[in-house]
T-cell receptor
Framework: QKEVEQNSGPLSVPEGAIASLNCTYS??????FFWYRQYSGKSPELIMF????GDKEDGRFTAQLNKASQYVSLLIRDSQPSDSATYLC???????????FGSGTQLTVLP | GAGVSQSPSNKVTEKGKDVELRCDPI?????LYWYRQSLGQGLEFLIY????????KSGLPSDRFSAERTGGSVSTLTIQRTQQEDSAVYLC????????????FGNGTRLTVT
């Protein structure tokens, strides 16, 4: 089992819709969770981080964390074509100090 | 500079040659990471430096790979006797060092081994 798993997609949503991206992790001791966005040919850039159970909102983005179920999700409201990118979930596990990334979900927002 | 700086941005080398990739982290960041990303793939952890602690080398794929960080700042990733499967984008990132600190990535070095 991979430490961090994401549905590779591709995921397509129409412009203005809500895009939902999901991620599960295997280490129950994990404490810190991040979502990065990566445009084709570019480096990852941080979108959101979340440490506590529940929801965290930042503009059109909402991160949701459920430690009991070991999943973290990212919702993008009012999706725009400029949101089209690969979204990477990353976790700092309880045992390791380094950040482990999922393989990413490719999102396409159709105009 | 304000961000993580990596050089060179592109490197083409012949199989069997050694290469050095450089990373200059954000000033004041104590943690420095190297990742590798092959075409269409996720990020593969290579090595992690935190302050003066011994580095976490658990991700290095073979003994041809090594890295050092001088003076707690600039880091160099060295690949000896390069192979074609080493072709990838090598990404460096730094953070403030706390376990929950976000990583800030450089633009990467695209390595092509011919």
């Amino acid at each position: 089992q991979k430490e961090v798993e994401q549905n590779s997609g591709p995921l397509s949503v129409p412009e203005g819709a809500i895009a939902s991206l999901n991620c599960t992790y295997s280490d129950r001791g994990s404490q810190s969770f991040f979502w990065y966005r990566q445009y084709s040919g570019k480096s990852p850039e941080l979108i959101m981080f979340i440490y506590s159970n529940g929801d965290k909102e930042d503009g059109r983005f909402t991160a949701q964390l459920n430690k009991a179920s070991q999943y973290v999700s990212l919702l993008i409201r009012d999706s725009q074509p400029s949101d089209s990118a690969t979204y990477l979930c990353a976790v700092i596990s309880g045992s390791a100090r380094q950040l482990t990334f999922g393989s990413g979900t490719q999102l396409t927002v159709l105009p | 500079g304000a961000g993580v700086s990596q050089s060179p941005s592109n490197k083409v080398t012949e199989k069997g040659k050694d290469v050095e990739l450089r990373c200059d982290p954000i000033s004041g960041h104590t943690a420095l990471y190297w990742y590798r990303q092959s075409l269409g793939q996720g990020l593969e952890f290579l090595i992690y430096f935190q302050g003066n602690s011994a580095p976490d080398k658990s991700g290095l794929p073979s003994d041809r790979f090594s890295a050092e960080r001088t003076g707690g700042s600039v880091s160099t990733l060295t690949i000896q006797r390069t192979q074609q499967e080493d072709s990838a984008v090598y990404l460096c990132a730094s953070s403030q060092g706390a376990s929950n600190s976000p990583l800030h990535f450089g633009n990467g070095t695209r390595l092509t081994v011919t």
